[in-house]
């Protein structure tokens, strides 16, 4: 599957993007990285794997029109948004529906939009986490594909818990992405069902570990 991926910041989730599809068997393939910020540390990810990377200002006209077709005239199946900071307009999403994902540094619905990981500190809740949802017209409000809980500790900042946060993140999406390459993800009336071979074994777990 080749994947496009959308990047504001430093890519460290485009990283592991990237690092896994170096994996022979995993079945997607980054081949587009697009950032709306000229000196993102994510397109010089990008060029050091020898993937297509590229910027585009938002403040010219037809920003997200240019977007699109750039992701169409590079063949992408699946795009990928990892820390891009602009909310896709409905138009673009409608564009590529059911083919745009995000990952999000809560356990959705909970905690959508900006610091996610102030806002669950603020609450007092005792998990938090990430999530890995499609993309749809609302604001971190599409299908949850995976999630990972990550339990908050008595001296956590909105630092540590992020970087805690952030390390679950480069584990959980790229196999969101795997699965939908596989084909063991669907989407039935807003809600992602799983093929029978999707997790094979799995047992479930609990946060924090408790032996």
């Known amino acids: ?9 430093r890519g460290s989730n485009l990283q592991a993007l990237i690092d896994a599809g170096g ?24 060029s050091m794997a020898g993937i297509r990377a590229r910027h585009l200002a938002p403040k010219e006209e037809g920003f997200y029109r240019k977007v ?21 307009p409905p138009e673009f999403v409608s564009r590529f529906s059911g083919r745009i994902i995000n990952i999000h540094p809560s356990l959705l619905p909970s905690f959508p939009g900006l610091h996610a990981q102030k806002k669950a500190l603020d609450a007092g809740v005792r998990v938090t986490g990430c ?16 999630q990972a809980a990550v ?4 001296r956590d900042d909105e630092g540590t818990l992020s970087e805690r946060i952030l390390a679950y993140e480069h584990r959980i999406y790229p196999l969101a992405v795997r699965l939908i390459a596989e084909g063991n993800v669907r989407c039935i009336d807003g809600i992602v ?10 047992k479930g777990f609990i946060s ?4």
């Open 131 to 146: 999530t890995v949802h499609f993309v749809d017209e609302g604001v971190d409000t599409g299908p949850i594909i995976l």
């Open 68 to 88: 699109g077709d750039e992701i169409e005239n590079h063949g992408i199946e699946l795009v990928c948004c990892a820390g891009f900071m602009r909310i896709l």
């Open 1 to 9: 599957m080749r994947v496009g991926v959308l990047a504001s910041g």
């Open 151 to 154: 339990p908050i500790l008595p």
């Open 208 to 211: 924090p570990v408790s032996e």
């Open 23 to 46: 994996n022979a068997n995993f079945p997607a393939e980054v081949v587009l990285v697009l950032s709306d910020k000229k000196n993102a540390y994510a397109l010089e990810r990008a």
């Open 193 to 202: 069902q799983f093929s029978e071979n999707a997790f094979p074994g799995h």
